[in-house]
């Protein structure tokens, strides 16, 4: 009997251990977030505290028999473990927001070698003496892969082009062995309808990077709880990384006022024909035009830049979504519910939905969001398509039931998000909702304009491009302003 009375107080007092240090894990978690509101840390921290007492007093001197001993045990070891497992939510947390807004310094660009798929020619060894063309636009890049191959005693004879189009059509027509470009502009190869089979008709033999510097920087509210402020949110089509360089498929300006907790979404299609703007250094075309798709491959501050310039309006933070790595956060959220409107079913190979509310996994959803060539609207259903998609994505992440998975989804969008907004910002922005439970109102906005085939600099070559009606522009920019105000910008008619 004194040997089970020993072992019983050893451990109680071992639990009673594990208890305290348990709960401070939690509560120093909760603290070095700093998303907690004073009103909710002050009787959270008296609680544990509490709590923490009680039952050590219970463990080592109160609970004498059998039954009360092994109820508490039960009960000390659930709060512990409920404590470690909270606390290591909280740091899954904290992880996540110093990845999204720590904002890579430099961004990385892909370069390829890129040969037919009959080609004879299987690795780099063998590239010696062969013909290749390569963009007057993508000089940097082919200095980068010329240097390498030339270290390794591999000499290429190049050919420069002044278009994709040109470069590509010497490409078929045998004029050049190979061709060497940016992995960015890929996706713009495949939306030429002569060269939409380019992926299954070619390989790559040789493949480098190089990065450039990333100038996107934030513009600072005073205090982001109740200043207004604007975001740009850019939805990459990279496919060799989150922090490579590619087109900007998903543009969205949201505008955000606390005080009267409205949110307008103005979006721009990404075929839009306007005025690229960048800073030094970005490495675009000043003042050339371009669908505004094609500035997310120089960098996302030449986006944000130029969008500035487009609804003249100041961006004080960008939100950048890897919309490949999309399909994983929707697969570990469960998927998303989109609704489709009467007449705007689609019936393909690679996205089925039927009119009414959709549940799509991550692929379906990444289809959905991409798909443009089912409606007569193109483009602009498409756009449509992306704010249905984020906004789902929204909706199940802050449902109650995301917890039970929730360490996979904040891995999951710590590959998925960047944002020039601090995390003090974002810990601010969570505390205010905290404190003041806002309903937040959702407004929405889309720029429009008329088909055509202008020229694009990027391409070097005419192609399908949206005409701005400025008609458009400026009701997005009253718009816009009215929301900054403090109005609703469904008062702007």
Known sequence: MKEQSKFSKVLSILLSVALVISSFYLLYQVIRLNALPSKFLFPLTIGVVVLDAIFVLLLVYFSKNVVSKII??????????????????????Q?????????????KNTVSVIVKESSSIKNKSQLNGV?????????????????????????????????????LEAFYNGEVDSIIMNESSRSQILDMEAYSNFDSNTRVVYQTSYKVKNNDSATSVSDITSKPFNVLISGSDTRGGFDENGRSDVIMVATVNPKTHTI???????????????????????????????????????????????????????????FDTVTELVDVLGGVDVYVEPGYAVHTS???????????NGEQALAYA?????????????????????????????????ITNYAAIMDTMANTFSTTMSNEEITDLIKYQ???????????????????????????DAASVMVPDQSTVKMAKDKISAVLAGKSSEDVK
């Not at 992880?95 to 961004?107: C, F, G, Q, R, Y």
């Not at 990404?270 to 000043?286: E, I, L, N, P």
């Not at 089912?374 to 449902?399: C, F, H, P, W």
């Not at 407004?443 to 429009?448: G, K, R």
């Open 72 to 93: 508490c045990i039960v009960l000390t070891l659930f709060i512990c473990v409920a404590s470690c497992m909270g606390g290591y939510y909280i740091s899954k947390t």
């Open 370 to 402: 991409r798909e443009r060539y089912s409606y007569t609207e193109g483009d602009r259903q498409r756009t449509k398509n992306q704010q249905q998609v984020l906004m789902g994505i929204v909706k199940e992440a802050t449902k109650p039931s995301v």
């Open 131 to 167: 013909s290749v063309g390569s963009l007057r636009l993508n000089e940097q890049g082919s200095k980068k892969a010329f240097k390498e191959l030339s270290s390794e005693g591999i000499a290429l004879n190049q050919t420069v082009y002044d278009s994709m189009t040109a470069l």
């Open 95 to 107: 992880s996540v927001l110093s990845n999204i807004t720590n904002v890579a310094k430099h961004a």
């Open 350 to 360: 690679y996205l089925n939905v039927n009119e009414g509310i959709n549940h799509l």
């Open 434 to 460: 905290l404190n003041n439970n806002p309903t937040w109102k959702m407004e929405q906005y889309m720029v429009d304009g008329t088909g055509d085939t202008l020229m694009c600099a990027e391409l070097g």
């Open 264 to 322: 307008l979404l103005t979006s721009v299609p990404r075929d839009f024909y306007v005025t690229t703007a960048c800073d030094a250094g970005d490495g675009c075309m000043q003042g050339a035009l371009d669908k505004i798709t094609h500035t997310g491959i120089h960098g996302t501050n030449t986006t944000k830049r130029t969008v500035e310039q487009l609804l003249g309006v100041e961006i004080n933070y960008t939100f950048k979504v890897g």
